[in-house]
């Protein structure tokens, strides 16, 4: 699990869904530290009068605080000054070494969607660490991690995800489902050319096959679309984790196009694994 856990609160449903899931994926002895952002002198308004930058700061320690007590929980609080939230989210999460960034879904989003807005979502780009989105509503029906499910297809991300879903599952013995969904892109991505002649059907058939020969989990190979499969398989389980994709930076998550739909269109609490893995 993770120990040194940051979440993103700015006293609205999103926070409180956010708060819920880190509560769940947070380890026994691990900490959790709630960051409410404010726009501070970067406002003009607030720049060229004489106090109203330590009203608004004060404001946002009193909100923090409150969504601490009215989540019942042992938290560390933040107020900090900036114009992008994810972009602060993200360097408060490097300064503090932190191991995973919650958020929840954008208030403007539909219910149960994981749905970012866009200057968040592009401020994320590069996290230092894993990234997990909690779905509208999750506060009100949080529910255990029975099933978790896991986008799979033998990166070194994938096997990371893997990792750490059967760490997350240990505790209480939750069921591992391993999805992968091929396309002829992710061919020629990870540089392997399906032999000459060789159908679709045959490749899906191997791919299952060798899906089947991981021990411990419920294992499944289809031909589709990665994102929209991927987010339709996260109804089905209580936790959906994917590696990231993109190229970037060692140890950082830089957005595939998988897990940046997903961040949109995912049913349940997500989880995306920088590209280095943990």
């Known amino acids: 699990m993770f120990k040194k856990v940051l979440v993103g609160s700015d006293g609205r449903s999103g926070g ?21 952002v404010f726009s501070g002198a970067l406002t003009p ?37 900036g114009v992008s939230p994810g972009r602060v989210l993200h360097e408060v999460a490097e300064q503090q070494g932190a191991d995973l960034l919650v958020l929840g879904s954008c208030h403007r989003g539909a219910f149960g969607r994981s749905l970012l807005g866009d200057d968040t979502r592009e401020s994320l ?8 989105v909690a779905p509208g509503g999750y506060a ?10 896991v986008g799979y297809d033998g990166s070194t991300e994938s096997r990371a995800a893997l990792d750490l879903a059967r760490e997350i599952a240990a505790p209480t013995g939750a069921r591992i489902e391993l999805r992968q969904v091929l396309h002829f892109p992710t061919y020629i991505y990870t540089g392997l050319i399906p032999p000459v002649g ?6 899906v058939r191997d791919a299952d096959a060798e899906m089947k020969k ?5 294992a499944k190979a289809e031909y589709g679309l990665p994102g929209e499969d991927l987010a339709s398989f996260s109804r089905e389980v209580d936790l959906l984790i994917v590696g990231s994709r993109g190229y970037g930076p060692v140890g950082r998550l830089i957005h595939g196009s998988t897990s940046n739909y997903l961040q949109r269109h995912a049913r349940g609490p997500l989880i995306v694994l920088p590209r280095a893995g943990r």
Request: hydrophobic share 40%.
């Open 16 to 36: 409180r869904d956010a708060i819920a899931l880190a509560g769940r994926l947070l380890d026994s002895d691990g900490e959790i530290t709630l960051v409410r």
């Open 125 to 132: 780009n590069g996290a230092p660490c894993a990234v997990a």
């Open 214 to 218: 991981i021990e411990g989990v419920e």
């Open 45 to 81: 308004s607030h720049a060229i009068t004489p106090g109203l930058v330590a009203e608004e700061r004060e404001r946002a320690l009193e909100g923090i605080e409150k969504d601490r007590s009215d989540a019942g929980i042992e938290a560390n609080v933040m107020a900090c000054e």
């Open 140 to 149: 009100d029906r949080p529910a255990p991690f029975a099933t978790i499910g």
């Open 198 to 203: 060789e159908g679709i059907d045959e490749i």
